[in-house]
């Protein structure tokens, strides 16, 4: 099954809601990015992506997604103008060899990680949609078989005012879900008083994560991490800075809840020194980022070391959602998955069908590939 074309999309499409108001954000430009200050990740008044469509010769098509929250336009030019003549005419069914080749491609010139890798991870997930389209099986029946039916998830939340956090949170829960993940940015007196109006709001039988976004030294997670525990909460994720392997594993050996982190690795050599400090206790692989080929490398090595797996989402699309679910279903450490509730079906416009969850989890089906049917013209919509 040999490829015959592989383009790119740039999706930027409406949010769900506009940007929230925040007055410590500023307009970059009449119809752009927002920025909260000089160090932490801007975002997109849109949802961008970047999606990857190959094409075999006997004409299945296969979608994949490389999760592109800014300047997915950076990622098309990847696919298109330096991976897609090395995929042209190649086996579609050697997925982990292409991964290692197109990957190969760019190693001796320091390009590990970042958009280059963004763009494999697109092409990986298109070839095992394609596959299995083909083939008329699952993608988690490719990645080894199926070690679970139901999708476990939680909700992301994300609410300054404590009151108002407190209702969203409820909000959810009668929604049917069982876990919630607030989203958190506050000095440490202000997030905990939030924490536990929204714990009260929900009660003890529904689970709390919190997620700092690395906005902590390693001295207030720890005080941070102490008041939660006190809270019941069950992981404070990224609790300092992407780049702190040593602070992470400080912070991890002083507290007795779970430290969550990696959305930003994307390869298992990147895991490897994280893995190797004792960094963290649960991982989260994008794998929108990684791919299904690499993110099955990471859970592996992970599940040697005794460590859970709680795939990232964050602001992904359908296609990113969707492979996330099939990778959940296929590896024996998952612990939960993280979902965007408000979201998910503003996102999924640019699908006929597509994975939707029920009562705090997903079903797993034998749908083929990655289980969404794409609306190419929708696609076309909403592509600059």
């Known amino acids: 099954m040999l490829i015959r074309r592989v383009d790119a999309f740039a999706i930027r499409m409406p949010a769900e809601s506009e940007a929230r108001p925040d007055p410590q954000r500023q307009d970059v430009g009449p119809d752009h990015y927002i920025d909260r200050n000089h160090w932490t990740s801007i975002y997109s008044r849109r949802h961008e992506t970047c999606l990857v469509r190959i094409e075999s010769e006997d004409g299945v098509i296969g979608w994949g997604e490389a999760q592109a929250p800014v300047s997915p336009r950076t990622v098309v030019g990847i696919v298109e103008d330096l991976c897609a003549p090395l995929l042209i005419g190649r086996n579609a069914n050697d997925v982990e060899y292409i991964w290692y080749r197109l990957y190969s491609a760019m190693r001796e010139r320091g390009h590990a990680t970042g958009f280059y890798v963004d763009a494999l991870a697109g092409i990986d997930l298109a070839l095992f949609d394609l596959r299995g389209k083909s083939l008329s099986l699952p993608a988690h029946r490719l990645l080894g078989g199926r070690f679970r039916d139901h999708i476990a998830i939680y909700a992301g939340?994300?609410?300054?005012?404590?009151?108002?956090?407190?209702?969203?949170?409820?909000?959810?829960?009668?929604?049917?879900?069982?876990?919630?993940?607030?989203?958190?940015?506050?000095p440490n007196d202000q997030l905990l008083a939030i924490v536990s109006g929204v714990r009260n709001a929900v009660g003890e039988g529904v689970e709390l994560l919190v997620d700092v976004h690395g906005t902590r030294d390693t001295a207030a997670a720890i005080?941070?991490?102490?008041?939660?525990?006190?809270?019941?909460?069950?992981?404070?994720?990224?609790?300092?800075?992407?780049?702190?392997?040593?602070?992470?594993?400080?912070?991890?050996?002083?507290?007795?809840?779970?430290?969550?982190?990696?959305?930003?690795?994307?390869?298992?050599?990147?895991?490897?020194?994280?893995?190797?400090?004792?960094?963290?206790?649960?991982?989260?692989?994008?794998?929108?980022?990684?791919?299904?080929?690499?993110?099955?490398?990471?859970?592996?090595?992970?599940?040697?070391?005794?460590?859970?797996?709680?795939?990232?989402?964050?602001?992904?699309?359908?296609?990113?959602?969707a492979a996330s679910v099939q990778f959940s279903a296929a590896i024996p450490n998952f612990q939960i998955l993280e979902h965007s509730h408000g979201a998910h079906e503003h996102k999924a416009r640019i699908a006929n069908t597509y994975p939707t969850p029920r009562d705090g989890a997903f079903v797993i089906d034998d749908s083929p590939g990655l289980g969404v049917d794409i609306d190419e013209d929708a696609v076309r919509s909403f592509s600059q």
């Not at 939340?157 to 940015?185: F, N, T, W």
């Not at 102490?226 to 400080?250: C, F, K, S």
């Open 157 to 186: 939340i994300s609410a300054a005012d404590p009151a108002k956090a407190a209702d969203v949170a409820q909000r959810h829960v009668e929604a049917g879900y069982h876990s919630l993940k607030l989203h958190l940015r506050q």
């Open 223 to 321: 005080t941070l991490g102490r008041g939660l525990q006190e809270l019941g909460v069950r992981w404070l994720e990224a609790p300092t800075m992407a780049e702190d392997v040593r602070g992470h594993a400080t912070v991890a050996a002083a507290l007795d809840l779970q430290i969550s982190t990696g959305e930003w690795l994307r390869t298992a050599w990147e895991w490897r020194p994280w893995i190797d400090a004792h960094a963290f206790d649960v991982a989260m692989p994008d794998i929108a980022r990684t791919g299904l080929t690499e993110g099955k490398r990471i859970a592996g090595i992970c599940d040697t070391y005794g460590l859970p797996v709680a795939p990232h989402v964050g602001g992904g699309g359908i296609l990113s959602v």
